[in-house]
Every structure is written in C-alpha cells, then in structure tokens.
C-alpha cells in the first residue's frame, strides 16, 4: 500500500512539473508573439472558444486559448480543434511517440540503410560517435578519408546527424573547407548536394526548398494516414527552417498552394521577400500525389512510432527525394496557422487515446 501510495505522488508530482514547464515556455512565446502582432490577442467567437475548451480540458484543465486566437486571427478560421501547443508538448506526442528509442531513425547516417529505394541524398562520408564509415559503412580512417575528400564531387552538404533544425549545415566546396568543418564536429553525414526542380528553386535559389510532409499511423485501424503538407522557403539567404529565418506556405490536399506564408512568430507574407513571387498566385505543388504516396510508403516504414513528418524536396530531374526524418519535437504550427487543424478529422480519436494512455514525460527543444 505505500508502495503504491508513493507511485501516485510520484505521478502527480511529475505531471504537474511537467505541466507547469511545457505552459511556462508556450507562455513566453505567446507574449512573444503578442509583443510583435497585439492584433493576434483578439478573442474568437465565444462558442468557438467554449468548444475549444470543452475538446481539450479532458487532457489537462488548465487549457489556454492563445493558440487558438492566434490561428484564427492569422487564419480567419476559429476551429475548435486547433491543438493548444502546450498539450500538444505535454500531453499528445509524448504518448504518440513514447519510446524514445525510436528516434535512432531520425539519425541522418542510417536513413539510407533503413528506408529502401535512395529515398534519402547519397553519402560520402559518415562520422559516427567519432569513426568515419564510407556511404556503404565501411569503416575508414587516415590516408583513406584523405581520398575520399579528394574524390568528392563539390560543393557537398556538411550536416549534424540528429537535430540540427538547420544549425551547422553548411556547403564546403572544396576538400579543405570541408576537412576544417570535420576538425570541429563528430556525428555528421556529408552528402552529394541535389539540385532542386525550377518549380522550387523560383522561391529561393540559396538552398533547397523542401515540403515538410506529416503523417499519422492511427490508433484505431494502425494504418498510415497523410495529414498535412507545406512548403518552408528560405528568405535572404537563410536555409528554409523557420528558426533560420525561413517562411512557410501551406499545400492544400489538391496540391495547390496557398494564398499567404508565415514565419516562426506568425507574420504573414503576400509575396516571397526576396523573389518577389506573388502567393496568390496558387500554383499546384507537381507531382503531388505522388509524393503522398511516397510519403506513405516511408512512413510505414516506421514502428513504434504514430506521428511521424519528413523533410522532401523535388530534384532538377523530377525526382522525390527525402531529406530528414523528424519523430520528436514536431511542429504543428504550419497547417494550423493556414486554418487547419493537424490531426483534422482524427482529432477526436487522438484526443480519446491520449486521455486514456497519459506518458509524463516531454523532451523540450535545444
């Protein structure tokens, strides 16, 4: 009876730090946001709100409605099941995706051996824990990695394996500039740089312009389910993640683009700042259908794991080419700052299975 006494304080104990952490640090970017845009703190219809908070307090009773006012006020739409980001954190994907030792597969040095097809860009050179391995992980090392830097067709892509957000990739174009980024890093790939479609490179030729793509494997039928899509553009020279500077542009089921993009604070963008190119000009993402299909294919290559998004991008040959895998600290904030929910018609059904299967743990971004 103690025993069990004490594993019930030990949970409250946890939820409520948890709890208390992921609404402190979703505070602070609200005001945040606020600060820049007052305009965004306007209240949504009040039976919006009353339904918002209705679908959400079974997770936890201390919803706020910041997310849902600033989506609605970027947006024009007031849906309900816009998911509050402070539970998205705390009490959705931490239950979604529990087991964190899933997340090897968003380790950028094993996507080629784990997703079939060259789905992903090739390697050259892995370094893994401090070892260099070549693209098909031969171990290397000396006069070996030597030659393969000379033998590399430049400029390359230097990234960090795991959770870079856009930090640390860079273009070496020679086999010195890349030797000086190795010399101060472990745990990195370096690819063969693709080249993007003339579709994409319109909205920024600096760097690749991917579609961030969002999947779901429900807990009713186990089966793979396309949520959302969205273009992340780069903007003066910035690599497309948001946190880099980038903006993003919401892709409707049918492929069409939509009318306006965002950056990370929710500033909405007409034109492309750098191109110019007008978004209500709504073009159709091409092969789009294809890509879902793709998309699929990847996901359910994917176990353990419910929600699931992976960086795309078109090359200059037509090709759907993966770029990352993402499996925690997932953003919702793309479909549901272009009016749609992220889990749309599943929302009830995730709502119901976190309820009743709670995880009191959350991992925050670095």
Same mark, same amino acid.
């Given at each position: 009876?103690?025993?069990?006494?004490?594993?019930?304080? !030990?949970?409250?104990?946890?939820? !409520?730090?948890?709890?208390?952490?992921?609404?402190?640090?979703? $505070?602070?970017?609200?005001?945040?946001?606020?600060?820049?845009?007052?305009?965004?703190? !306007?209240?949504?219809?009040?039976? /919006?709100?009353?339904?918002?908070?209705?679908?959400?307090?079974?997770?936890?009773?201390?919803?706020?409605?910041?997310?849902?006012?600033? +989506?609605?006020?970027?947006?024009?739409?007031?849906?309900?099941?816009?998911i509050?980001?402070?539970?998205?954190? /705390?009490?959705?994907?931490?239950?979604?995706?529990?087991?964190?030792? +899933?997340?090897?597969?968003a380790?950028? /040095?094993?996507?080629?051996?784990?997703?079939?097809?060259?789905?992903? #860009?090739?390697?050259?050179?892995?370094?893994?824990?401090?070892?260099?391995?070549?693209?098909?992980?031969?171990?290397? $090392?000396?006069?070996?990695?030597?030659?393969?830097?000379?033998?590399? $067709?430049?400029?390359?892509?230097?990234?960090?394996?795991?959770?870079?957000?856009?930090?640390?990739?860079?273009?070496?174009?020679?086999?010195?500039?890349?030797?000086?980024?190795?010399?101060?890093?472990?745990?990195?790939?370096?690819?063969? !740089?693709?080249?993007?479609?003339?579709?994409?490179?319109?909205?920024?030729?600096? @760097?690749?312009?991917?579609?961030?793509?969002?999947?779901? =494997?429900?807990?009713?039928?186990?089966?793979?389910?396309?949520?959302?899509?969205?273009?992340r553009?780069?903007?003066? @020279?910035?690599?497309?993640?948001?946190?880099?500077? @980038?903006?993003?542009?919401?892709?409707?089921?049918?492929?069409?683009?939509?009318?306006?993009?965002v $950056?990370?604070? @929710?500033?909405?963008?007409?034109?492309?700042?750098?191109?110019?190119?007008?978004?209500?000009?709504?073009?159709?993402?091409?092969?789009?259908?294809?890509? =879902?299909?793709?998309?699929?294919?990847?996901?359910?290559?994917?176990?353990?794991?419910?929600?699931?998004?992976?960086?795309? +991008?078109?090359?200059?040959?037509?090709?759907?080419?993966?770029?990352?895998v993402?499996?925690?600290?997932?953003?919702?904030?793309f479909?549901?700052?272009?009016?749609h929910?992220?889990?749309? =018609?599943?929302t009830?059904?995730?709502?119901?299975?976190?309820?009743?299967?709670?995880?009191?743990?959350?991992?925050f #971004?670095?």
């Amino acid at each position: 009876m103690i025993h069990a006494l004490g594993a019930k304080i !030990k949970t409250f104990v946890l939820r !409520k730090r948890v709890r208390y952490l992921t609404r402190r640090e979703w $505070d602070k970017w609200h005001r945040d946001v606020f600060a820049l845009r007052p305009e965004y703190a !306007k209240p949504c219809p009040k039976s /919006s709100e009353k339904e918002h908070l209705r679908l959400w307090r079974p997770l936890r009773p201390d919803v706020s409605l910041d997310t849902l006012r600033i +989506c609605y006020n970027i947006s024009g739409v007031a849906d309900p099941h816009m998911i509050p980001e402070e539970i998205w954190q /705390s009490e959705l994907e931490s239950v979604l995706n529990r087991y964190d030792f +899933c997340n090897f597969l968003a380790n950028k /040095s094993f996507s080629n051996r784990w997703f079939p097809g060259g789905l992903f #860009p090739q390697v050259f050179l892995h370094n893994i824990d401090g070892t260099f391995y070549t693209g098909d992980y031969e171990p290397v $090392d000396g006069a070996e990695v030597d030659a393969l830097l000379r033998g590399m $067709d430049y400029p390359v892509v230097f990234k960090p394996s795991m959770g870079s957000g856009g930090r640390g990739v860079c273009f070496p174009d020679s086999p010195e500039a890349l030797r000086e980024r190795m010399a101060a890093q472990r745990n990195f790939v370096v690819q063969r !740089k693709i080249r993007q479609h003339p579709f994409f490179s319109r909205f920024n030729s600096h @760097g690749l312009n991917t579609l961030r793509v969002c999947l779901y =494997r429900s807990v009713v039928d186990n089966q793979v389910h396309f949520l959302n899509a969205a273009l992340r553009m780069g903007v003066g @020279g910035s690599l497309d993640n948001l946190t880099q500077g @980038g903006i993003v542009r919401y892709v409707h089921e049918d492929g069409r683009l939509n009318h306006y993009a965002v $950056d990370t604070h @929710g500033l909405r963008f007409d034109r492309h700042p750098d191109s110019g190119l007008d978004f209500s000009v709504r073009e159709v993402v091409p092969r789009f259908e294809e890509l =879902r299909q793709i998309a699929r294919r990847a996901a359910d290559c994917v176990y353990l794991t419910r929600v699931v998004s992976f960086d795309f +991008c078109l090359d200059e040959a037509g090709q759907w080419r993966a770029i990352e895998v993402n499996l925690k600290n997932q953003t919702i904030q793309f479909p549901q700052y272009a009016g749609h929910p992220f889990f749309g =018609r599943f929302t009830h059904e995730v709502v119901e299975y976190c309820r009743e299967h709670p995880r009191w743990t959350v991992t925050f #971004p670095p």
